[in-house]
């Protein structure tokens, strides 16, 4: 038998054989690859006599022809074959059970932020937000609270240097600051976030949330600020009436400035929001200070206005009946299931605002 009639029979021989993808190339490379028997044999074909040669060529010729036509069949069986494993394997169970799934609850601090915005956007305020970290300038001095002013002691400041120039803001008038550097007057902004002071029991925790706001044009005046907090307190309590006493209160960032109390009642063991002989304090404000306005750069004699900042903590608790401060931050899941809300939670006043 010829040289290549053996090729031929030897590797017809393998192609019929159970092989895998990896095989199949291989036999092609031996076969048909730079120095594959087949080429190698098609290269014999120059130093042949030519009698022999046109005999040698077509037989050539149809031996390539014959296994080429195998691989090429074979890389298609092997083709369908894995399609079919595949199909066999990764069948999908339409009568399995679903998988248990648990949907998350939204935080009741999370979902008063979500209302308040929504509640101040209607009467065009618009969110900022400031770091966690903040230093001591924002948070104080450009608050016209200077070294050794006792509002510093009185905050309780988490520091974060021996220096003293970074630290935990102890509330969120350091956006006051912020905003305005950032751009020009007018601003009528809220800022609601996270705010720290060393100071843990039930009724306060290291770690709460406040709302700031803060409202500057040309002439803004106290009304303006007892009008805006009149009509967030109604809609956040969805409530028509609503006691309110402003109390004369000091602020260095304010003058003058108010402590506000809404009016409560007890009924069968529950708060009730808005009537009632009870006072409870929920907001400190006032007119932003002059020095506040020049330390930012902006004439006091031509822009003025009011800034607050409420606690959201204690509305959260107010609005919703939770009465332990602390269990909001101990992620307690079974808390968070019963107090949470689902995320299609809408409150009736919710107007579609999220952050
Ligand atoms: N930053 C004050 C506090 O945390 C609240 C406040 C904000 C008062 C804005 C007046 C104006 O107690």
Redesign the pocket.
Known sequence: MSDIKKIKDEYLDKLSGDINIENLNQIKTELFGKNGSISNSFKKLGSMPSDDRKKFASDLNSIKEELQEKINLKFQEIEIKEINSKLENEKVDVTLPERDTQQGKIHPVSQVIDEISSIFSEIGFSVEEGPDVENENYNFTALNTPDNHPARDM?DTFYLDNKKELLLR????PV?VRTMLKSKPPFKIIAPGR?YRSDSDQTHSPMFH?V???HIDNDINMGHLKGCLNYFIKEFFEVDKIRMRFRPSH?P??EP?AEVDIGYEMKDGKIVIGEGDRWLEI????M?HPNVLKNVNINPDKYQG????IGIDRLAMLKYGINDLRAFFETDLRWLNHFGFDPLDVPSNYRGLSR
């Open positions: 905050h102890t509330h969120t008038s006051q705010t406040q700031e706001g803060l602020f960032f304010t400035s907001l400190g404000c006032g932003v009011y800034a607050f900042g």
